[in-house]
């Protein structure tokens, strides 16, 4: 018993010291990134917080994975038997919007590719590759079906939506404050909704039918 209380409160306290890390590593990016700032902010001293997590790219990774593994439990799903393809690609579709709500992943890989990209951990193109590959799996699945359009990039697709997405929630309100398309706006939101995602899910419908 006693063992599972340590065993579990050490888990709580390397959550809380990577949790900070995000919070300064998506401020700051890596170089900026100081561990003293991180061991203050996280309230422990820098010597602990290496016995609990480990030095700067240990904690920078172990970050990196924290979000991805978010991202794939927006964008991992089993395809159901009893769906149609274009459900399955609406239960993306959500995910993605769920995917651009993450401020923090967003603010540190902008910032490491700006910088050259040499401090994003080479895994996290493979989770990305990973949380592609179901909506890849649709998509060739309704091609060859005669669902979805043969002429339409899977790979393009997704990123149509996703930069639709973070353009939303990044510009809108801007336009919105200027008086800018105002009346449309209003009628689908603001912030991301499901109003505003059910539109996205009719234009993705359009765009995939094959043409008649």
């Known amino acids: 018993m006693a063992r599972e209380v340590m065993k579990k409160k050490r888990m709580e306290k390397t959550q809380h010291i990577i949790n900070i890390a995000t919070e300064v590593f998506a401020e700051k990016g890596y170089h900026g990134a100081l561990t003293d700032e991180i061991a203050d902010r996280a309230k422990i001293s820098k010597r602990s917080m290496y016995y609990y997590v480990g030095d700067k790219d240990t904690l920078y990774e172990a970050v990196i994975k924290k979000l991805m593994d978010q991202v794939a439990g927006y964008l991992s799903f089993e395809i159901k038997d009893d769906e149609t ?11 993605l919007a769920e995917v651009s709500k993450m401020q923090q992943l967003h603010a540190i890989v902008l910032r490491e590719f700006f910088n050259g990209g ?63 398309q105002k009346e449309r706006i209003d009628k689908l939101g603001i912030e991301m909704n499901p109003k505003l995602i059910k539109e996205v899910e009719k234009l993705f419908d359009k765009m995939i039918s094959p043409s008649k």
């Open 85 to 95: 393809l274009k459900n399955s690609i609406r239960r993306y579709i959500r995910g």
């Open 118 to 180: 040499k401090n994003i951990p080479a895994s996290l193109a493979i989770d990305t590759g990973k949380s592609l590959e179901n909506f890849f799996l649709i998509f060739e699945k309704g091609k060859n079906e005669g669902v979805f359009s043969d002429d339409i990039d899977p790979f393009l697709v997704v990123w149509m939506i996703f930069s639709f997405f973070i353009h939303w929630q990044i510009t809108i309100p801007h336009l919105h404050e200027a008086g800018m």
